[in-house]
């Protein structure tokens, strides 16, 4: 790729439950990667064993920089079965964006016209920027109307570098992908590129999504997280 990412933001640290890095140590592994900023998206009520939504009241006290690197706070919110987020709204507001995404953990397939419609339904919240590893065939998709509702409501569709590692469990994702990405290209809809690291290990790991995209002579441009004027921008970000 021409221009490398340099934004992490989709990453989990202690507070979701299931992975193993602090703040800190996910910051520092951003920092010897050479990355500028990282967000992290504490997964949202209705993944076992994850933080109360109680934690997304006090971000204001974490350093907006930690060893160089721009910090950034969001949330992986479930999307439920009936349409709805799994964060209250109050906590929404206290976070700089909003990815939603299909957890099995707390969602049942219930066909591609209704996963696609209960996706696009949390894609409306004005909080809501991105929508994570939309790729999975147990809840398949309407990949056209996923991007065509992108497009309306100025959401980007990841690309997740996690997914095409353990793709064997994520069924057809490298399919899924490339018609995800060939109507991203058409309808000129923006992507991001995350690691989904729960581990500092993983921070900025994107080899496997940086090939396909690649490979498929994706629109750079469209890329939200190659650059940090075009990511803060995209996700409306006051200091």
């Not at 299931?18 to 998206?41: C, D, N, P, V, W």
């Not at 490298?174 to 058409?186: F, H, I, V």
Request: aromatic fraction near 10%; glycine fraction near 6%.
């Amino acid at each position: 790729m021409k221009h490398k990412i340099i934004l992490d933001i989709h990453t989990h640290t202690i507070a979701s439950g299931h992975a193993y890095g602090t703040i800190r140590e996910m910051a520092q592994a951003a920092s010897e990667r050479g990355l500028k900023g990282i967000g992290f998206t504490e997964h949202a009520p209705g993944i076992p064993n994850t933080c109360d939504p109680f934690y997304f009241c006090n971000l204001k006290v974490i350093p907006r920089e930690i060893y160089g690197v721009k910090i950034y706070h969001g949330s992986e919110i479930n999307v439920l079965n009936d349409g709805t987020l799994s964060l209250e709204q109050k906590r929404i507001d206290q976070i700089d964006y909003g990815i939603v995404g299909i957890h099995t953990q707390c969602y049942e397939n219930v066909g591609v016209e209704q996963n696609t419609l209960n996706i696009i339904e949390c894609m409306k919240n004005p909080k809501v920027h991105f929508v994570s590893h939309p790729d999975d065939d147990h809840t398949p998709l309407d990949y056209t109307k996923l991007v065509e509702a992108a497009k309306d409501y100025n959401v980007a569709l990841e690309v997740n570098n996690s997914s095409l590692v353990k793709k064997d469990k994520r069924l057809n994702c490298y399919d899924n992908y490339k018609k995800m990405l060939g109507l991203c290209m058409y309808l000129k809809v923006p992507i991001f590129v995350g690691s989904d690291a729960h581990d500092p290990s993983w921070v900025g790991e994107f080899t496997l999504a940086e090939k396909l995209l690649t490979d498929l002579n994706f629109d750079e441009d469209l890329i939200i997280n190659n650059d940090v004027d075009k990511f803060t921008k995209f996700i409306n970000f006051e200091v």
